[in-house]
């Protein structure tokens, strides 16, 4: 079945360096749907992105990400890390199967 | 904005005893889930479906049962509740296609 791999369970950075998360995934499907959710302490998991087509970039609240089909990628990243920033974050995806598959989540923690 | 409503928000069961978590949408989506979070781990599926009166088992089935009676409401029951099955527990929803995962607030248990 379809899995959705975040290598990285804590990244610890300080505010104002870059973010990037990693999301790589698996799939028989030739166009998944690849999506980030963010999921803040004592709230609901909520939609952050979600992928466009092979090599796009797509945008929202200052993350950003691209989906590569060459090598099953959709990392997240952020230019300046901000202290608000620190949460879950989980890669997802949608294939084949019509079930959406979470990875394991990455929690961020950003310190002054 | 799509809506999933849990109840109860929170509860404290007994070990042995049983425990129903109810779950309502009002998005029309074909699919539910139920995820456990547990402290320093990331959203773990239990149960999902994809249509009424139809359950599938997820990642980790054991000890919960599900019931799907219409397409609006998911219940999980734990008939012999467990102290490793304190968690806090999300349902969710989303339409087959595109994908988009709703979640609700989360109904913490604590099992003692």
């Known amino acids: 079945g379809d899995s959705v791999t975040q290598t990285e369970g804590l990244v610890t950075l300080t505010e104002g360096l870059p973010v990037m998360l990693n999301c790589t995934y698996q799939?028989?499907?030739?166009?998944?749907?690849l999506f980030w959710y963010v999921h803040y302490l004592n709230e609901s998991p909520r939609l952050l992105l979600k992928s466009s087509t092979d090599n796009k970039r797509t945008e929202h609240q200052g993350f950003h990400a691209t989906l590569h089909k060459s090598s099953s990628s959709f990392h997240l990243q952020k230019s300046s890390a901000q202290l608000s920033d620190s949460a879950l974050y989980y890669c997802a995806a949608l294939g084949n199967t019509d079930k959406v598959v979470f990875g394991t989540g990455t929690r961020l923690q950003v310190s002054p | 904005e799509a809506a999933v409503t849990q109840s109860p928000r929170s509860k404290v069961a007994v070990t042995g005893g049983k425990v129903t978590l109810s779950c309502h949408q009002t998005?029309?989506?074909?699919?539910m889930y139920w995820y456990r979070q547990d402290t320093g781990h990331g959203l773990r599926l239990i149960h999902y479906?994809?249509?009424?009166?139809?359950?599938e088992k997820g990642d980790i089935p054991d000890g919960y049962k599900a019931s799907r009676p219409s397409q609006e409401n998911f219940s999980l029951i734990l008939e012999l509740a467990s102290l490793s099955q304190t968690a806090v527990y999300f349902c969710?929803?989303?339409?087959?296609?595109?994908?988009?995962?709703?979640f609700g607030k989360g109904t913490r248990l604590t099992v003692v």
């Open positions: 998005n029309n989506h074909d699919y």
């Open positions: 969710a929803s989303s339409v087959g296609t595109g994908g988009r995962v709703f």
């Open positions: 479906s994809y249509v009424a009166d139809s359950t």
């Open positions: 799939t028989i499907y030739s166009n998944p749907f």
